[in-house]
């Protein structure tokens, strides 16, 4: 089991920026690919940006590419997501989740944080 550990959500005007954090304390986080989903009301977890566990290969949705970075510090076993220029439609539940493989698709990530809301007011 792997707990993962999610921080850094918030309200924040559009175009603003915001840094979300998912630690695995006590983990070799360097195993595992890391993922961050999100899911606003009413529709499905999408996914946002994933990462391998050495930190080589990047991947993010379309919607947000230019915007967000995802990174990985595996000395602190913390995963991070950078969010730029932040819009009210990237208002969601943000998750973390990990996993053997960094991909787009949320049912081959194995351990899920709990989530943390960021909001952006228009």
């Known amino acids: 089991q792997v707990l993962l550990v999610e921080s850094g959500g918030g309200l924040v005007q559009a175009g603003g920026s915001l840094r979300l954090s998912c630690a695995a304390p006590?983990?070799?986080?360097?195993?595992?690919?890391t993922g961050w989903f999100r899911q606003a009301p009413g529709k499905e977890r999408e996914f946002v940006s994933a990462?391998?566990?050495?930190?080589?290969?990047?991947y993010y949705a379309d919607s947000v590419k230019g915007r967000f970075t995802i990174s990985r510090d595996n000395t602190k076993s913390t995963v991070y997501q950078q969010m730029t220029s932040l819009k009210p439609e990237d208002t969601a539940v943000y998750y973390c989740?990990?996993?053997?493989?960094?991909?787009?698709?949320?049912?081959?990530?194995?351990?899920w944080g709990q989530g943390t809301q960021v909001t952006v007011s228009s």
């Open positions: 989740a990990a996993g053997m493989r960094a991909t787009y698709a949320a049912g081959d990530y194995v351990y």
């Open positions: 006590g983990r070799t986080f360097s195993l595992y690919a």
């Open positions: 990462i391998g566990g050495t930190g080589a290969s990047t």
